[in-house]
Nanobody
Framework: VQLQASGGGLVQAGGSLRLSCAAS????????MAWYRQSPGKQRELVAA???????SYADAVKGRFTISGDNAKKMVHLQMNNLKPEDTAVYYC??????????WGQGTLVTVSS
């Protein structure tokens, strides 16, 4: 199983980016698709998650600005990020969980927000 994340880059504060993550391999049944981020010197933190039933959850810092959308059939998950702030600068990782115990991570994509 491999996850390929894309869409990161440099953007000015107030701008938008859309991250995408495509999975390959057998990952059925998907239970959760999520995005995490890690800033220098900080622990990896959950940004947003979506269950196979469509329930979503967000970190307080991104509520109202970020939107996660998953497509289990296509094995893809996106993160639309609007009104970006310098504190959103981080490496963003996608994560997919399937079955009972299986999980995989993408390689990370860097998002840099300039002030």
């Amino acid at each position: 199983v491999q996850l390929q994340a894309s869409g990161g880059g440099l953007v000015q504060a107030g701008g938008s980016l859309r991250l995408s993550c495509a999975a390959s391999g057998s990952i059925y049944p998907i239970t959760t698709m999520a995005w995490y981020r890690q800033s220098p010197g900080k622990q990896r933190e959950l940004v947003a998650a979506e269950t196979s039933g469509g329930s979503t959850s967000y970190a307080d810092a991104v509520k109202g600005r970020f939107t996660i959308s998953g497509d289990n059939a296509k094995k893809m998950v996106h993160l639309q990020m609007n009104n970006l702030k310098p504190e959103d600068t981080a490496v963003y990782y996608c994560n997919v969980r399937w079955g009972i115990y299986s999980s995989a991570w993408g390689q990370g994509t860097l998002v840099t927000v300039s002030s």
